[in-house]
């Protein structure tokens, strides 16, 4: 059932999402200094294109901490948005509840991706 709720995801905007985190990415990786945060908006941009079937777990200490605080203004509140509207739009029906839930959950992600695991649920 996961694989088929992961090929309708790709389908209904998971890609969509996938790609603004890769393009976030790219832009990151601009400088030296960023590097590392685009990279992790690489990890994240595959969690958007298999959401189905994991996890978000959330620790950290004061690095992820700070990185959460920069991230936040300088792309966080743009992918966070576009999942939310997302989200709310599948949520207008009973059929799309599971996928609205899905984008939800991108979207607090991209709040704050930095401190998260992705854990596989079997």
Known sequence: MRLLGNII???LGGALSAVCWIIVGIMWCISI???????QCFK??????????????????AVSF??????FFLGGIELALLNLVIGVIFCITV????????????????LCPFGAYVERVD
């Open 9 to 11: 995801w790709i389908l």
């Open 33 to 39: 200094i960023g590097l590392p945060v685009g990279l």
């Open 44 to 61: 994240l941009a595959s969690i958007s294109l298999n959401p189905f079937g994991k996890e978000i777990r959330y620790e950290g200490g």
């Open 66 to 71: 700070l990185l959460n605080i920069c991230w």
């Open 95 to 110: 059929v799309g509840i599971p996928f609205g839930m899905q984008f939800f959950k991108i979207a607090k992600l991209s």
